[in-house]
């Protein structure tokens, strides 16, 4: 065994024992506060867990991408909304009117590609003018806010498309259309990033960027498909959730960034770029989506989530340091 | 602009580049609507950046120290929800101190994960954002909260009072930034919060104890954080929850208007200051002009943009990145 | 060896900088099969005649040409598709990918799809590693290599084409003697192959060893081609720095004082281990030893950087224990450090504001720091050190490195200290600068202060020590006077006596 194994094999797991730490911790807890009659590792639970963390968990791949590439995103909530209020309201345009349900494929069109253009539009701006990803997004949050509000004011832009309802309801296998998404993004997402040479080549642009460059890649239209790959997923998880629900507010996705940062955070992505892997990005999005739950589910409310959560990335955050010190030989700067 | 040459010109707009901007959006909206320089509108501009203006002199000590603080927002709502409460449990004469107090404490918590634990600024801050939204729901068992005595507390004095022909909150905002930009540029802490920020192992092979250093630019955003939700509670005498929500991001977008350098070590509070009131004065030249409040989000977006990208552009001498 | 015709050519090439003329008319010649070692000090131009090679900047006049060919480099990349290919001094991996992959970075092998050829991709790698005769794999990750398994690794990468120069950048810095040898056999075989080298290294050892002729540059122009065979070190020195070198001993010798510092059996962990030494006021004490020997690791102990596993520090006969900088600088201590931009410096801050940097404290008026006494000291430093400089608001970032070292030896002079180290005092400082610290050094020792000099250069440590210290491996091998130690002695002494302690490879 190599010197340094244990500690990564520590952290690769890691998350998946906090995942199973998480299950037990709820159903024992729950044996005793429940307010539910149900048991907390039941089946049908288990599936709405999936399918809730579609939303986040989708967009958490993107950022995995994003941030292994040693940038960050965080407009993806704004990207989110305003791809939702034209997937509504595109189906409501007297131009497709003639088309029927044939509508559907349209919208969804037109969301991903609104989706795709607004991370294109980030990724641009981040390659030709070299301003700090952090920047960059921070400042497009706000103006795809403000995109979002000049649509349609501040009312809620609703369509209820029942063909499409039924669409997202639908249970696959015993999945809901949801979950599939998210399954099918992680798939995608980590072949895209093991077994291709833009993501290997992301990686490396992550981890040592001068050496990228002496070696001849080019690290702009890198980072810029990465921006538009985290638009057209931001997209996508608008389409699963939006498809069922129907109405858009003109805040949804406020805050998303942050629930997708801490999931990503959580599955051990080195903010410095370089290191990353989507499963465990899954497992990070589960934890969350699991904690949530299991503290709905033992009866605290939203506020103790927000608590535990934030402490929990705390904590992730200084486990993670001492498993990585050398020492105490280390030089204390 | 004979005599000039290119490079002094873009030198001068990358160390003035601020203010120019700041006269040409002044200049732009006077002609729109020439209510804008009417006194009577810039004293309510000022007043209404008063509570941002605050956050981002604390939030300035942080960047320039080369951290970030994402969680002033909800820790102003924390604030906020306190000293109301307090108010009507303690009286206002103990509940102010009490919710400073408070505050400061976890400025201080953030100030030791992020100065003596070397954790990341960004995440930690990105989970306190998070923890003390929790917290404060759990303190106001998710209710607003209000003051039952609306009219007869002297509480309202911070928020809605005058002093001198001038409103509160503007005068707690031009103290606050009088004190912190003296101490920043002229003591030997602020001298300290630089040399911490342009290079932290420098700063500590020159006997700077940094972890202290970053504990206390932490404190001090605690400290402005405090005075922007006295004002706030006062201001309104009852509050939601989520009254500071999102607020971190608009600070940020100030402080980095302002020409403060995410990597630390440069900045000013004066800069900061004039980052506050573009953002401000943005706001309302496009309200006169008639356009919705949202418009400025993009506004923003395109004036940060532009603002960073020119101060680099300067810096490196090229307009464009020299990324391939 | 000169009917041949050359592999890679430089003519007449210049480059200038806003003003700087970083190259002045210099060409180069390399012919297949040989060794073609460049030399020059730092500053000479060596790197910037290496960028132009290399595409990363294009040259204002003079060409490049490539066999018999003229070419223009645009790119790393087209100079390696055109068969120059370089090895880094740096080390320019990406920790977290496999061996393969970063050698082949920048041309991973494609099937459909952009998807990577991993088999092409390892069986290519794992043979290139078998001419190496390193001891992993393709698949390695390389974040878990030692250092010098990485260097090979870097080496590897000129191999992946078909080259016809390939050029070294001080790729011995961080080898042990027995990988030495295999790069020296890698080099060997390269040039059996009628590949040409350029071979840029200080150490005239190697270059003796390895090399068949010997460029040297100088202030951005070409000095000079000798045949190695032909010449010896002092030619060449004499070539690079215009004059001979001042290689006398330090000849003076006055009364030392009381101890100032003593070590006793000092270790930390695997850093170094039982070291006991003492310095006296008016004493210079030179550490002389190879990179990671164990030397500055030493210094940063002293200076509260690093928490010592046993052993005691004494400073004026009493016992302490000191845990930061802070501390170290209380008691008497200061630390001109080996980085000067990395630790020495705040370089986007002026020059006053650095010197005074660890005394702004002590430095007030009523609250405020006294910008007036500020100003005095810097005053005093500039005049007392020649540090050449507009005037105090200068950002230390646009000095030149010898005046920012000035800077730094001021800050600390500055503080008044009892025990002064300093580490690596002139490197990569232009050889002007270098004696003038090296007589200020002398002189704080004739003014009683006790000053460590840590230093990997020996003539630098034979001319301004009193005694020197010997380091080997992080233990101390001997301690010479002034009077006992000659270069042969010190060189085995360094170099571990001799005989069976090849550093194992990783």
Known sequence: MQPGTLSTLLKRGAIWGFIVLELIFFTVAGEFLSLSEKAFMDVDNMLLLFKQSAPIGIIAMGMTIVMVNGNIDLSVGATYAISAIVLLDSMTWPLFAGLGDGVIPVAWALALLTGTLLGALNGLIVWKTGVDAFIVTLGSMLGYRGLVFMYNGE?????????????????????????????????????????TVHGRNVYAIGDN??????????????????FMIIGFLAALSAVVFYSESGSVNPNDGELYELWVITAVVLGGTKLTGGSG????????????????????HIGADTSTVNLVIGLILIAVLFLDRQLNIKGKEELKV | MAGLTKEQIGGFLARQGILVAFVVFMIGFTLANARFLDPDNIMGVVRSSAILGVMALGVTFVVISGNLDLSVGSMMSFSTIVVLDLHDKIGPTLAIPAMFAMTLCLGAFIGFLVGYLKLNSLIVTLGMLSAIHGLTLTYSGGKNMDIADKEGTWFKVFGQGDALGIPVPILLFVLLAVVLGALLSKTPFGRKVYAVGGNGTAATFSGIRRARVVFTCYLMSALCVATAGLIQASRSLGSQNTVGQGLELEVLAAVILGGASLMGGSGTIFKTVIGVLILGFIQNGLLLVGLQFYVQFVVTWVIIILAVWLDIAAKRGKLWSPIA | MTDQTPVLRLEGIVKTFPGVRALDDVSLTVLPGEVHALMGENGAGKSTLM????GIYQPDEGQIIVGERPAVMTSPLEAKAKGIVFIHQELSLAEELSVAENIYLGELPRKRFGLVDWETLYTRTNAILEKLKVRFDARTRVGDLSIANQQMVEIARALTVDAKAVIFDEPTASLTDAEKVVLFDVIADLQSQGVGIIYISHRMEEIFRITDRISVLRDGTYRGTLNTRETDEEAITQLMIGRKLDLSRNASHHELGDVALEVRGLSCGRLYQDVSFEVRRGEVVGFYGLVGAGRTEIAETLFGLRDPSSGTILLDGEEVQIDSPH????????????????????????????????????????????EGSEIAIFDQYRDRLDIRTPGWKQLVGNLSGGNQQKIVI??????????????????????GSKSEIHNLIRELATQGYAVIVISSEMPEVLHVSDRIVAMYSGRIMRTFTSDEVTEDNLIQAISGISGDNRDKVA
């Open chain 1, 155 to 195: 009312q809620p832009t609703s369509h209820l498309n029942w063909t499409l309802v039924d669409f997202a309801e639908a249970q696959w296998l015993g999945l809901h259309t949801a979950t599939w998404f998210l399954l099918i993004a992680t798939a995608a997402i980590w072949f895209l990033m093991n077994r």
């Open chain 3, 410 to 431: 001021g800050k600390w002079l500055s503080m008044h200290p009892n025990v002064l180290i300093v580490d690596e005092p002139t490197r990569g400082i232009d050889v």
């Open chain 3, 51 to 54: 960028k132009v090679l290399g």
């Open chain 3, 327 to 370: 501390d170290a600088i209380q008691r008497g201590i200061s630390l001109v450090p080996e980085d000067r931009k990395g630790q020495g410096l705040v370089l986007g801050m002026n020059c006053r504001d650095n010197m005074t940097l660890p005394q702004v404290d002590d430095l007030k008026a009523g609250p405020f720091v006294a």
């Open chain 1, 209 to 226: 960027r001068t050496a990228v460059v002496n070696a001849g890649i080019r690290v702009g239209p890198h980072m810029m498909i990465n």
């Open chain 1, 277 to 296: 892997s989507i499963i465990s990005t899954f497992g990070g999005v589960l934890a969350i989506q699991l904690l949530r739950k299991g503290l709905a």
